[in-house]
């Protein structure tokens, strides 16, 4: 009853899942109703990857690579939810046949994007639980499996109101790989027990020789200065980050600022917030055309840069985690760069992989500004202990990769299977 319930809100809420959805052009619409142009090319396996955006990409990217070394021959397609996640995924997978915007979670929008595809498997990331996903890919004959799944305490209480909906729907994966024990526990509330593999986070990559190069105009953004990046900030937390960078240039006069948004579309509400306060920026886009003219704020307002640009970086905050509600955006990338965290107390998204970071000394929470720039300035202040908090994040966190590489062995163990 509550899957025809579901399917049922489908039609009065469909126009405003399309204002939601703001599709710009015939092919995004054609893509969200399950109608995108899929490859018609021949080959084994046929895998459907799911993701939500950028971040997501970046996590599925290293199982995607495996799988593509591994199976040749295989026809990758890949849809995300943001047009910003689909231009990452052609970006950061190449070697994929396909990226589009996802289709809405409605049978018929589903039903299409399986009719086209025809997909062997189907990878979920992280928390992308959409019930027809799991309902008419099963019908469809396609296993499923969950990668790198999170599940928060909050996300879980909201399951629970339908429980039966997503009992039934979970319990049409063929197998489900969590983060954390914390996540695999809340999956396990669905009674998938015996489908239920902790892998770790498979952003963890266990090798980084690869890392993309950073791009010269962003090199010639405060060079030979101490830089301080705000990433993947979230609304209400610059003001916080803007004044704890003015009380740190009370001491570090030389002192650079980076800040990166979690969503582009909140750079020009940030470009206002600088002009008000009279504060020197330049936009990152600009910084090929004019250089960074001695400003000494970095708003970084393109797609893709931030993971390089961490190498720059003397000291880290990671944004969504001075506000309530976001959970914390991960701090894998700035650790891995060997550099020294510091994150708000509202991080329960992160909660392993910080628990990790904390006991290692390579990162420190933050309640306020104030706090903020009195644990900077430690930092700042002296190089060794910095080196060390960096060196001590960076084995923090390679200690726990190898998620990418289990995950992979347990797909190809489901598709040969």
């Known amino acids: 009853m509550l899957n025809a319930a579901y399917n049922l809100l489908w039609y009065p809420a469909l126009p405003f899942a399309l204002l939601a959805a703001h599709p710009t052009t015939m092919r995004d619409f054609s893509e969200r109703m399950g109608r995108g142009e899929f490859p ?3 080959g084994a396996p046929r895998i459907w990857i799911h993701a939500s955006s950028v971040g997501e990409i970046e996590a599925i990217r290293p199982v995607a690579i495996g799988l593509l070394e591994h199976y040749p021959g295989a026809v990758v397609a890949i849809t995300t939810m943001t047009a910003t996640g689909r231009d990452a995924a052609k970006r950061r997978i190449p070697g994929a046949s396909a990226w589009m915007l996802a289709p809405f979670d409605t049978p018929w929008a589903v039903r299409s994007c399986l009719a086209r595809l025809r997909p062997d498997l189907l990878l979920i990331t992280e928390t992308e639980i959409w019930p027809n996903y799991f309902f008419e890919t099963a019908r469809f004959g396609a296993r499923i499996a969950v990668v790198n799944g999170r599940m928060s305490e909050r996300s879980m209480r909201r399951y629970m109101l ?6 039934d729907a979970l319990g049409r994966a063929n197998l489900i790989m969590t983060q954390s024990r914390e ?5 396990g509330k669905f009674e998938l027990a015996r489908k239920i593999i902790v892998t ?4 963890i990559a266990e090798h980084s020789e690869n890392e993309a190069p950073i791009r010269p105009e962003l090199l010639s953004f405060a060079p030979e200065r101490q830089i301080l990046i705000a990433g993947s900030t979230a609304a209400g937390e610059e003001p916080i980050v803007l004044n704890a960078y003015r009380l740190l240039r009370q001491r570090f006069t030389n002192l650079a600022l980076v800040i990166a948004p979690r969503h582009l579309e909140r750079v020009g509400d940030l470009e206002k917030m600088l002009q008000a306060d009279s504060l020197r920026y330049v936009r990152a886009s600009g910084l090929g055309r004019g250089g960074s003219n001695g400003a000494n704020i970095l708003l970084l307002d393109t797609m893709g840069d931030l993971r390089a640009l961490y190498r720059r970086a003397t000291v880290a905050f990671v944004g969504g985690s001075l506000v309530k509600g976001r959970g914390g ?8 760069a060997s550099v020294p965290v510091l994150i708000g107390p509202h991080h329960e998204n992160q909660r392993e992989v910080m628990r990790s970071l904390l006991d ?7 309640q306020d500004a104030r706090d903020l720039a009195t644990q900077c300035t430690h930092w ?5 202990a910095r080196r060390e908090a960096g060196d001590s994040a960076h084995r923090a966190i390679v200690n726990r990769s190898g998620g ?8 190809r163990a489901l598709i040969d299977g």
């Open 40 to 42: 018609d090319a021949a």
């Open 162 to 167: 339908a429980r039966s909906l997503f009992d």
């Open 183 to 187: 996540d695999a526990s809340r999956y």
């Open 200 to 203: 770790g986070n498979t952003k």
């Open 329 to 336: 955006q991960n701090p894998v990338e700035p650790a891995m």
């Open 360 to 366: 290692s000394g390579g990162a420190l929470v933050v």
């Open 380 to 384: 700042l202040d002296d190089d060794a």
């Open 404 to 411: 990418a590489r289990i995950a992979v062995e347990q797909i």
